[in-house]
């Protein structure tokens, strides 16, 4: 893919050699942005982790201070009070069977899905469509859950769900690049400190073994990723 003469001259920018501190990684982010719209940041870390072994799966959320800075769309299964909870915390799309019926059609116009316990036995059969996109609500993140109006507010409040691939690696959005340096910064430590509480009692050795931060339009830039461990354990 040709890369554009702003691309190359960002990356000249960067050195491939050199890991900054997210102090100055984010500075370069919001001094050498050229896009006219407003990109997301994305932080990427490598983890020391075998995902092939269930008990080395790194998965989670962590509530970001300063939320991402986009808009979520949220569905939620759940009938009677539980339903009505949902819709008064702000769900963008609230029902039962009706819904599911909806999903099996093909439709999955949301970013995320809530549901109580009792509703997953109508969204079992539907693991084909929601599973692939990462849909499928789970208690181990905290969608699957009675206290459906709380899972709502944090999720639009900017409460993210990260989770380990094939290769080791997890990327996730951390806000917007019109954000204050500083917001970045605690947004991305937020994350940081969450993988690290994340990490698995089966895993030895070096467990965070690099991590980088690129805003849509960027090159990748590579962080002190040690320097930044030591700093969220202060």
Excluded at 88 to 93: K, L, S, T, V
Excluded at 98 to 114: C, M, N, P, R, Y
Excluded at 165 to 188: L, T
Excluded at 202 to 216: D, N
Aim: positive net charge; hydrophobic residues 40%.
């Amino acid at each position: 893919m040709k890369k554009s003469k702003k691309y190359i001259e960002y990356r000249s920018k960067i050195d491939p050699l050199t890991r900054y501190s997210l102090e100055q990684a984010v500075k370069i982010l919001k001094e050498n942005r050229y896009a006219k719209f407003d990109e997301s940041i994305e932080v990427a870390v490598r983890l020391g982790v075998d995902p092939k072994h269930a008990e080395q799966m790194v998965r989670g959320t962590v509530a970001l201070p300063n939320g991402t800075g986009k808009k979520v769309v949220i569905a939620v299964f759940a009938q009677g009070e539980k339903a009505a909870e949902a819709a008064e915390a702000g769900a963008d799309f609230v029902g039962a069977e009706d819904l599911a019926e909806k999903v099996k059609g093909g439709w999955t116009e949301f970013d995320v899905a809530v549901a109580t316990p009792d509703m997953m036995r109508v969204l079992g059969p539907l693991g084909k469509v929601l599973g692939p996109r990462g849909l499928m609500p789970n208690p181990k993140t905290g969608t699957v859950t009675m206290d459906v109006s709380k899972a709502v507010k944090e999720l639009k409040g900017g409460r993210i769900e990260f989770r380990v691939d094939r290769q080791a690696n997890v990327a996730v959005s951390v806000g917007k690049i019109s954000f204050e340096p500083d917001k970045i910064v605690e947004n991305v430590r937020a994350f940081i400190d969450a993988i690290m509480r994340a990490k698995p009692a089966s895993s030895k050795g070096a467990y965070l073994l690099g991590a980088s931060i690129c805003s849509t339009m960027s090159p990748g830039i590579k962080l002190d990723h040690q320097s930044l461990i030591i700093s969220i354990k202060k």
